[in-house]
């Protein structure tokens, strides 16, 4: 079974560039979450979803946004990139949230803004 | 708001001693993990701790979980140089995927 795959993998912007970073749950998974990583902030929480909703929004700014498609991929997009925005940002996936299994997580998009 | 710490931050082991990564968190949780990760990597699942008391052991880790103190540990047994990463404990509520992240483990074993 293939696990969570993310595009791209790394990407460099420009500051006030908008970027779209892309996430396939593993085959029959529902449940979709992002995360983002960065060595001051540690790992946090951006959003959830769930059969094309949103559960669930972490504390960033509305330039953070997301989607989730009816075949469960989903779709994060930041506008108006910041420095602070450069980030590995993970995507993770579970069959559903009631689950009492792990969250899957893909292998990251590396993001650096100049 | 759930609130996870872990400590120490930082460990540096002689291989095949003993050690523990304590997890704390501060309200209610349904699910507690461990994760690993490789510089650079991604997050590896290690285990998912659902109910009091439960333990689990995968080769020279083993977990466990007192929901009642609110406390997760981990434990290194004889640690061996392919066991040096992050470790991270993160808790959920069922009903969400929001997992609330420790502050990770990183673990250094040398000969």
């Known amino acids: 079974k293939a696990g969570v795959t993310q595009t791209p993998r790394y990407l460099i912007k420009t500051r006030g560039q908008q970027v779209t970073l892309s996430c396939s749950p593993i085959?029959?998974?529902?449940?979709v979450s992002w995360y983002q990583q960065t060595p001051g902030q540690g790992l946090q929480f951006l959003f959830e979803?769930?059969?094309?909703?949103?559960?669930n929004k972490g504390n960033f700014p509305g330039r953070f946004s997301g989607r989730q498609f009816s075949n469960s991929r989903s779709e994060m997009n930041v506008s108006t990139l910041e420095l602070g925005d450069s980030a590995l940002y993970l995507c993770?996936?579970?069959?559903?949230?009631?689950?009492?299994?792990?969250?899957?997580f893909g292998p990251g998009t590396r993001l650096t803004v100049l | 708001e759930l609130k996870v710490e872990q400590n120490p931050l930082f460990l540096s082991m002689q291989e095949e001693k003993n050690y523990t990564i304590y997890c704390n968190y501060s309200?209610?949780?349904?699910?507690l993990y461990w994760y690993r990760q490789d510089p650079g990597k991604s997050l590896e699942s290690l285990f998912v701790?659902?109910?009091?008391?439960a333990v689990k052991q995968e080769g020279r880790l083993m977990a466990s979980l007192d929901t009642k103190a609110r406390l997760s540990t981990l434990h290194i047994t004889a640690a061996v140089h392919d066991l040096s990463a992050t470790y991270f404990c993160?808790?959920?509520?069922?009903?969400?995927?929001?997992?609330?992240f420790g502050t990770g483990t990183r673990l250094q074993v040398f000969p």
């Open positions: 993770a996936s579970r069959p559903q949230t009631t689950s009492t299994d792990t969250q899957y």
């Open positions: 085959s029959g998974h529902r449940s």
């Open positions: 979803y769930f059969s094309e909703t949103q559960r």
């Open positions: 309200t209610t949780s349904d699910r």
């Open positions: 701790l659902l109910s009091n008391g």
């Open positions: 993160a808790v959920d509520m069922v009903g969400t995927d929001k997992l609330i």
